[in-house]
């Protein structure tokens, strides 16, 4: 089905409800959603369990614990989110869960819980990509309407895609070594700040002077829309090398001096993608922009982008920071966009770690090993 003819599907006026289910990294999340697709939703519940405090004494997430916390706890947020949304199984139409990207543990006790529960209650079944269910976050929040320039900023991912309809991206720009996200949670674990890594960096960098350190700005000024954040990550490497040991200062300016070259590089990546955009779109008009992921909540970056967008002429949208980070509702409501397509999944749906969201991504760097 064409981007066309999905937006005419859209805009049907039958609300769905779908109950999803997110176990793709270290956060156990289940939650109901109720909608139409190019209308804001209701999401009725939205429970998020953190795994913060087990995988904080090893600086990143480990997936044997992550994929055991899941099966922990599932079970009881699903019955949590129904109670709070006040309905029975059987009143949910679909049961969405995360297919991919991700660790295939976690992966695995989602698909299985979401694949049981459509089968017990006889409801059609829908294998999210987690990719997918960031970039529509936006139609949940607002009813953006197709097509859109999405900037993806995350633990596993930086990538910036024109979004024409559900299942419809094209990539325009990715990252060639690391993902912002991981970029953030090295840096931290670097100047020794805590996990997870960016609201670390973020906190401290509001101490700091950010003209401190000269660091590189990968990519910046060169034609096309993709990243590299690897030689960011070494050049301050060695740079706070050379000041061991390091002061509360030293760690400030540090933490600024990073942030503010990921917010140059990323500024200067997305204008490119942006002025992309406009030509593909064939219009001097204002363009939905959304920015979507856990880096989405970096208030530094959101008000850099706004700034940009209001220069060049796009319309930002940014979800609430509790929908940039991994969450159920963004999978529920992605469920009830391909529901209202008619893009229902078999119940031998199988985890996809590796899972580009746009036609010609790259395995290596366009689909990561996370799925935050």
Same mark, same amino acid.
């Given at each position: 089905?064409?981007?066309?003819?999905?937006?005419?599907?859209?805009?049907?006026?039958?609300?769905?409800?779908?109950?999803?289910?997110?176990?793709?990294?270290?956060?156990?999340?289940?939650?109901?959603?109720?909608?139409?697709?190019?209308?804001?939703?209701?999401?009725?519940?939205?429970?998020?369990?953190?795994?913060?405090?087990?995988?904080?004494?090893?600086?990143?997430?480990?997936?044997?614990?992550?994929?055991?916390?899941?099966?922990?706890?599932?079970?009881?947020?699903?019955?949590?989110?129904?109670?709070?949304?006040?309905?029975?199984?059987?009143?949910?139409?679909?049961?969405?869960? !995360? #297919?991919?990207?991700?660790? =295939?543990?976690? &992966?695995?006790?989602?698909?299985? /819980?979401?694949? +049981?529960? *459509?089968? %017990?209650?006889?409801?059609?079944?829908?294998?999210?990509?987690?990719?997918?269910?960031?970039?529509?976050?936006?139609?949940?929040?607002?009813?953006?309407?197709?097509?859109?320039?999405?900037?993806?900023?995350?633990?596993?991912?930086?990538?910036?895609?024109?979004?024409?309809?559900?299942?419809?991206?094209?990539?325009?720009?990715?990252?060639?070594?690391?993902?912002?996200?991981?970029?953030?949670?090295?840096?931290?674990?670097?100047?020794?700040?805590?996990?997870?890594?960016?609201?670390?960096?973020?906190?401290?960098?509001?101490?700091?002077?950010?003209?401190?350190?000269?660091?590189?700005?990968?990519?910046?000024?060169?034609?096309?829309?993709?990243?590299?954040?690897?030689?960011?990550? !070494? #050049?301050?490497?060695?740079? =706070?090398?050379? &000041?061991?040991?390091?002061?509360? /200062?030293?760690? +400030?300016? *540090?933490? %600024?001096?990073?942030?503010?070259?990921?917010?140059?590089?990323?500024?200067?990546?997305?204008?490119?993608?942006?002025?992309?955009?406009?030509?593909?779109?064939?219009?001097?008009?204002?363009?939905?922009?959304?920015?979507?992921?856990?880096?989405?909540?970096?208030?530094?970056?959101?008000?850099?982008?706004?700034?940009?967008?209001?220069?060049?002429?796009?319309?930002?949208?940014?979800?609430?920071?509790?929908?940039?980070?991994?969450?159920?509702?963004?999978?529920?409501?992605?469920?009830?966009?391909?529901?209202?397509?008619?893009?229902?999944?078999?119940?031998?749906?199988?985890?996809?770690?590796?899972?580009?969201?746009?036609?010609?991504?790259?395995?290596?760097?366009?689909?990561?090993? !996370?799925?935050?």
């Amino acid at each position: 089905m064409d981007s066309t003819n999905r937006q005419m599907t859209n805009q049907s006026s039958h609300e769905i409800t779908v109950l999803g289910l997110e176990t793709s990294c270290d956060e156990t999340a289940a939650a109901v959603v109720s909608g139409v697709p190019g209308r804001p939703g209701t999401i009725r519940a939205n429970l998020v369990l953190s795994q913060f405090d087990e995988h904080a004494p090893y600086g990143g997430v480990v997936p044997e614990i992550a994929a055991r916390a899941h099966i922990d706890h599932l079970d009881s947020l699903i019955a949590s989110a129904l109670r709070e949304a006040g309905l029975g199984l059987n009143d949910v139409d679909a049961i969405a869960a !995360t #297919a991919g990207p991700g660790l =295939v543990g976690g &992966l695995m006790v989602g698909l299985v /819980t979401g694949k +049981a529960l *459509a089968f %017990a209650a006889q409801k059609p079944f829908v294998a999210v990509n987690h990719l997918e269910a960031h970039a529509l976050t936006a139609r949940l929040v607002s009813g953006t309407q197709f097509p859109y320039l999405v900037l993806l900023v995350s633990g596993g991912h930086c990538q910036l895609l024109e979004a024409r309809g559900v299942g419809d991206y094209t990539l325009l720009g990715t990252t060639l070594d690391d993902a912002v996200g991981e970029a953030f949670d090295k840096t931290a674990k670097l100047l020794g700040l805590g996990y997870p890594g960016g609201p670390h960096v973020e906190k401290w960098a509001r101490k700091g002077n950010a003209k401190r350190f000269d660091l590189p700005r990968p990519m910046k000024g060169r034609p096309g829309a993709d990243f590299s954040f690897a030689g960011l990550k !070494t #050049a301050l490497r060695q740079t =706070v090398t050379k &000041l061991v040991p390091l002061t509360e /200062t030293d760690l +400030a300016d *540090a933490a %600024a001096s990073f942030q503010l070259a990921v917010a140059d590089a990323i500024e200067d990546r997305t204008r490119n993608a942006m002025r992309m955009m406009r030509e593909r779109a064939g219009t001097e008009g204002p363009i939905p922009f959304v920015v979507a992921g856990g880096v989405a909540a970096n208030t530094a970056l959101r008000e850099r982008l706004e700034t940009l967008a209001q220069a060049e002429g796009f319309d930002l949208t940014a979800p609430p920071m509790a929908l940039c980070t991994d969450n159920a509702a963004m999978i529920a409501w992605a469920g009830i966009e391909r529901v209202a397509i008619g893009s229902i999944d078999t119940l031998d749906a199988s985890p996809r770690p590796r899972w580009p969201l746009a036609a010609g991504g790259d395995e290596t760097h366009n689909s990561g090993l !996370t799925g935050k």
